[in-house]
């Protein structure tokens, strides 16, 4: 693997800032460097031993992040992009999987990327928000992807049924036939759609109770509470190969898993160290079965076939 020169002066490695969680809730440790040098030289790491990866990388777009450059040329962010991508897929264990938090500048060469490393894709998620970055000149940003893929999509740990929510069909229609399905949902939900919204889902702004000062970019709870109920098991080992504000080290723990992180700025890391002493500010949010339809019931149809304009 070709080593491309680093950002700034390369940080000094040390011990992993431990984590405790509160409650005794799981266990963390969060590396200080760049993940490129540090994931190598874990255990874990080289004997395949991570069931869940979720990397939120640097978009490239010139923010101005703790030390790292953030304003790469092209070819210089993909070439990066591609090594961290490699090194967490041979972190997967053969069950395990992987997701990228990416915008619409990199999607598309990630998926092409990973699918030559062989890996599947499960889905092609898209968290949307409502409070994008205002510009009269193109279509405003409002989401961003969130890409699943599996090492092996038969095998792949999936517990949808952690994670459900109800149905259109029970919140607006009351359609008696949600009531009594048969794909192996509960009567009335069914597993999210891969479009993701709703209350708590917006961007972690303002006055949020979730926000961390110091992290315009930081990620719900209920995003990754999601994504680490659906695809891990307590006590497997989740990885984030660039922790940030360490929102996935905090709900894995929260959840009982265990929890290796990569952080480029030491300020950063601890402050996600603490955050993840902390706990979560809203744990239970995705496993609360609640509807994210647009539209409120319709009186009076309730218990009737509804024509296909109505649906």
Known sequence: MTTLPRTQAEPKRTKPLAVAAKGGRGDARVWVGDCRDVLPTLPEVRNREVRLVFADPPFNWNRAYDQWHDAMPDKEYLDFTYQWLDLCVGALATNGSLWVNIPDDWAAEIVVHLKQRGMHMVNWCIWHYRFGQNTSQRFINSKVHALYFSRDPFTRVWRPERVLEVSDRRAIYGDPR?????????????VPMDVWYGRYWGRVQGNNKERRA???????????????????????????????????GVVACAHGRRFIGVEYSRANAERAVERIRAGMVRKGTASAPTSTAFHPPRQGLKGKRRSADER
């Open 178 to 190: 949600t009531e009594s399905k048969r794909d192996g949902m509960p009567a009335g939900l069914r």
């Open 214 to 248: 110091g992290h315009d970019n930081q990620l719900p709870e209920v995003y990754l509470e999601r994504v680490i109920l659906a695809c891990s098991e307590k006590g497997d080992l989740v990885l984030d190969p660039f922790t940030g504000s360490g929102t996935t």
